[in-house]
């Protein structure tokens, strides 16, 4: 019984131990005004809930930039501490994403700065985080058990902070499929849909996919608005060669 305690305790501390990130000497502020390393283990208890802030409303009519201004790295790191891992993540079910993105996993994979892991995780089930992480009304943040009893963590931000490092790093690359089925499909339209839709039939499926839009350039309503620059890439993305449009039909992308 004696050795069986000995050995729990030394999971628990090494377990305590792995909780605490390898951060600068400084360490970074608690809600209580103190200041230490990074507890992943207390995280949710020891630091707010911090999104990140929208820019003024005059500076955001000079430009077509974002409407937030971006955490530093470090405050990315605190926020992804605010995860609880929790034995049943809500934040995942059919209550929370709708797509079921893997989120205590990719917050993990932030707060380890394991950030090309955390690309091919969030990649794994959204064809465009880049688009839902600033479009979508984030029923995953309503679902999060931290919001039980403090606030939500911040995965929105997490998300197309994601994203938004893969783009920066060059790890967003056009993925054809191994094989292909022989079929052809036509999809209609090149929004956000039209260029899931095409993503995974291409890419799952083998299926050779030509997408048809009407309008000048690929994207849909969403090139009327932010982020039409995302839509763009990923489409390039997605067919980097396009085929040139067949005689009497719209213009494929």
């Known amino acids: 019984m004696r050795a069986t305690r000995a050995v729990l305790l030394r999971d628990l501390i090494g377990a305590t131990r792995r909780g605490y990130s390898t951060a600068p000497a400084a360490g970074v502020a608690r809600r209580d005004g103190t200041v230490g390393p990074i507890n992943k283990a207390r995280g949710f208890i020891e630091y707010e809930r911090k999104p990140e ?6 500076e955001r009519l000079m430009d077509y930039g974002e409407i937030n201004a971006q955490h530093e790295p470090g405050e990315l790191k605190r926020q992804s501490a605010r995860c609880m891992d929790c034995g049943t993540p809500f934040c995942q079910t059919n209550t929370g994403c709708p797509i079921n993105n893997l989120i205590p996993e990719f917050n993990q994979m932030v707060f380890d700065d394991t950030w090309k892991q955390a690309y091919t995780n969030l990649s794994s089930t959204n064809n465009f985080p880049e688009f839902t992480g ?11 058990v931290a919001g039980l009893v403090d606030e939500a963590v911040t995965i929105k931000n997490m998300e197309y902070s994601i994203i938004d490092k893969a783009w920066s790093e060059g790890w967003v690359v056009p993925r054809p499929p191994t094989t292909y089925s022989g079929k052809r499909v ?3 339209g ?8 095409a993503d ?13 839009e009407r309008a000048p350039k690929a994207g849909g309503l969403l090139t009327c608005a932010p982020p039409r620059r995302a839509i763009r890439r990923r489409a390039r993305a997605i067919f980097p060669t396009p085929p040139p449009p067949p005689p009497g039909t719209g213009s494929p992308t």
Do not use: D, Q
């Open 200 to 212: 995974e039939l291409n890419r799952k499926y083998g299926h050779e996919v030509t997408v048809f």
């Open 190 to 197: 090149s929004g956000p849909a039209g260029l899931a839709a």
């Open 53 to 58: 802030p929208y820019r003024p409303p005059a």
């Open 186 to 188: 036509a999809v209609i």
């Open 134 to 144: 600033r479009v979508c009304p984030a029923p995953c943040e309503g679902s999060c």
